[in-house]
């Protein structure tokens, strides 16, 4: 069974940056990977994806000051987020780009102004 692991979340003040980290029990191999976010009592939506080519694309409201980069070697996905602000706040999950394998525990960032 595929096993993602997040981290690197935390409480951080407005205009503060945070990285997260994904890694996966398996090779990410072919795979589109993306990044996630659920806000208190809200739906789980896409943040950032990246092909295994390398392609990125972004919700509008991270685009510029969010990065999602992989190293496929270690299997591991990233999220850099700059600029934060309070509306970035919730848990942060990886996952593939159709959310292919089982969620993990996520990453909780929490924004405070």
């Known amino acids: 069974q595929v096993q993602l692991v997040e981290s690197g979340g935390g409480l951080v003040q407005a205009g503060g940056s945070l990285r997260l980290s994904c890694v996966a029990s398996v090779s990410l191999y072919t795979w589109t990977m993306a990044w996630y976010r659920q806000a208190p009592g809200k739906q789980r939506d896409l943040v950032a994806t990246?092909?295994?080519?390398?392609?990125?694309n972004y919700a509008a409201s991270v685009e510029g000051r969010f990065t999602i980069s992989r190293d496929d070697a270690r299997s591991t996905v990233y999220l850099q987020m700059n600029s934060l602000n309070p509306d970035d706040t919730g848990i942060y999950y990886c996952?593939?780009?159709?959310?292919?394998?089982?969620w993990g525990q996520g990453a909780q960032v929490t924004v405070s102004s």
């Open positions: 996952n593939t780009r159709h959310g292919a394998w089982p």
């Open positions: 990246i092909s295994f080519s390398g392609n990125r």
